[in-house]
Nanobody
Framework: VQLQASGGGLVQAGASLRLSCTAS????????MGWFRQFPGKEREFVASISRSGTTTNYVDSVKGRFTISRDNAKSTVFLQMNSLKPEDTAVYYC???????????????????WGQGTQVTVSS
């Protein structure tokens, strides 16, 4: 399984970014997908997840109303639309594939088994 994430960058506070993550080597439509982020010196933390069909999503409270996770199963791609970015959103963002049988309620790092390489998001004030 390979995950290729892209879309990170340097933006000013209030701007938007759209992260993409394209998967290969798996039946994408059968996988719960998630986005995590990692701050310097901190453990990786949950940001958002989406069910196999895309009908159920889950967000950490700090991004609710600003971030939107979505997926295109035909293109084996999951997205994270990030609006109204804040300096505290600065982190490396990772996409991940949920373990078999997991749902969009899965927030623990341990519930995800394949990870992308990470893409840096930097928000300046």
């Amino acid at each position: 399984v390979q995950l290729q994430a892209s879309g990170g960058g340097l933006v000013q506070a209030g701007a938007s970014l759209r992260l993409s993550c394209t998967a290969s080597g798996l039946t994408f439509r059968l996988a719960t997908m998630g986005w995590f982020r990692q701050f310097p010196g901190k453990e990786r933390e949950f940001v958002a997840s989406i069910s196999r069909s895309g009908t159920t999503t889950n967000y950490v409270d700090s991004v609710k109303g600003r971030f939107t996770i979505s997926r295109d199963n035909a293109k084996s791609t999951v997205f994270l639309q990030m609006n109204s970015l804040k300096p505290e959103d600065t982190a490396v963002y990772y996409c991940a594939v949920g373990q078999w049988g997991s749902t969009a309620q899965a927030r623990s790092v341990n519930r995800y088994e394949y990870w992308g390489q990470g893409t840096q998001v930097t928000v300046s004030s």
